[in-house]
């Protein structure tokens, strides 16, 4: 009679673990999911905060020169008090806090910051890629800060060598264009799930004139 409660007790034990593992599986998967939206939220506030700063300093930012010649801005980012306090500058480029790399820079008279999502890897023939790329970030991009500085960007750009995907904001979108005004979410995700990891580069880039 103990001999079977004994058996008894063993497999309910068993049964109990295995609820227990399944139980704590799930949990991690869901504290993880929890941080790394709470992470996102966070680095995109952060870059809320970072443009509002651009904007306010847009005119001593841009550049005179009407060539496509890319002059850096870290270095006066930096020194005008934008830079958010958990990046990380390294010569004319920002970590963020997801580690994605973020360049400003001025060209033929507009302020522009390019976002390299996941930051990039090159193979023995110099080939770029972007395999840490993530299309929800990208996505996030596009819905809470492209689309809301609309009556103030010049344009928000996707790209992918050797192509581009332009939403124009209110001010410049003529028709026949993509326009942040009336971009739906199938339209960002449409750009941002485009991108080919594992053969080319992709970034984001916020223009502004």
Request: hydrophobic share 35%; charged share 20%; with cysteine.
């Given at each position: 009679?103990?001999?079977?409660?004994?058996?008894?007790?063993?497999?309910?034990?068993?049964g109990v673990l295995a609820i227990i593992a399944v139980l704590s599986v799930g949990g991690i998967a869901g504290?993880?999911?929890?941080?790394?939206?709470?992470?996102?939220?966070?680095?995109?506030?952060?870059?809320?905060?970072?443009?509002?700063?651009?904007?306010?300093?847009?005119?001593?930012?841009?550049?005179?020169?009407?060539?496509?010649?890319?002059?850096?801005?870290?270095?006066?980012?930096?020194?005008?008090?934008?830079?958010?306090?958990?990046?990380?500058?390294?010569?004319?480029?920002?970590?963020?806090?997801?580690?994605?790399?973020?360049?400003?820079?001025?060209?033929?008279?507009?302020?522009?910051?390019?976002?390299?999502?996941?930051?990039?890897?090159?193979?023995?023939?110099?080939?770029?890629?972007?395999?840490?790329?993530?299309?929800?970030?990208?996505?996030?991009?596009?819905?809470?800060?492209?689309?809301?500085?609309?009556?103030?960007?010049?344009?928000?750009?996707?790209?992918?060598?050797?192509?581009?995907?332009?939403?124009?904001?209110?001010?410049?979108?003529?028709?026949?264009?993509?326009?942040?005004?009336?971009?739906?979410?199938?339209?960002?995700?449409?750009?941002?799930?485009?991108c080919d990891k594992k053969n080319t580069d992709c970034d984001v880039?916020?223009?502004?004139?």
């Open positions: 009679m103990k001999q079977n409660q004994s058996g008894r007790s063993m497999i309910e034990m068993l504290y993880s999911k929890a941080m790394r939206m709470w992470k996102m939220n966070k680095t995109i506030g952060e870059y809320s905060m970072l443009f509002a700063g651009l904007l306010e300093h847009l005119d001593s930012l841009r550049s005179e020169e009407q060539t496509n010649k890319q002059i850096p801005l870290a270095d006066t980012v930096q020194a005008i008090g934008l830079l958010p306090d958990s990046y990380t500058k390294s010569g004319t480029i920002f970590y963020d806090t997801f580690g994605n790399i973020v360049y400003p820079y001025t060209k033929a008279g507009r302020v522009a910051v390019s976002i390299k999502i996941g930051g990039f890897t090159q193979n023995a023939e110099k080939v770029t890629t972007t395999e840490g790329f993530a299309a929800d970030f990208c996505l996030e991009l596009f819905k809470n800060i492209a689309q809301p500085l609309q009556s103030e960007i010049y344009a928000a750009r996707f790209w992918q060598n050797p192509n581009n995907t332009f939403f124009y904001g209110a001010k410049y979108c003529q028709d026949g264009e993509k326009c942040l005004p009336t971009a739906t979410l199938k339209d960002f995700q449409a750009a941002c799930s485009s880039t916020f223009e502004f004139k």
